[in-house]
């Protein structure tokens, strides 16, 4: 799992190649040395993710504003 993070990968496989390291990692019978490996690999990917999210809402941002409607855009968590 050592893989670069592609850029040109969508935001759903990075989201998923994360939700799978996380599984991985609760698991708890993956060795100290894999474990440091895969943490690094989700923290590229959630760092992809964060970055994609930011720029789609910009944007939006963007779009909004060419419309005349600008409403500041922003992404509600659960």
């Not at 060795?31 to 959630?46: D, N, R, V």
Request: charged share 40%.
């Amino acid at each position: 799992m050592s893989e670069e993070v592609k850029q040109e990968q969508s935001f759903e496989d990075a989201i998923s190649k994360l939700e799978k390291i996380v599984e991985k990692l609760e698991e708890g019978d993956v060795p100290l040395e894999k474990a440091i490996e895969y943490y690094q690999e989700g923290m590229k990917l959630s760092k992809f993710c964060n970055d994609k999210l930011t720029k789609v809402e910009k944007q939006m941002e963007q779009i909004l504003n060419e419309q005349g409607e600008f409403e500041p855009f922003s992404v509600q968590e659960d």
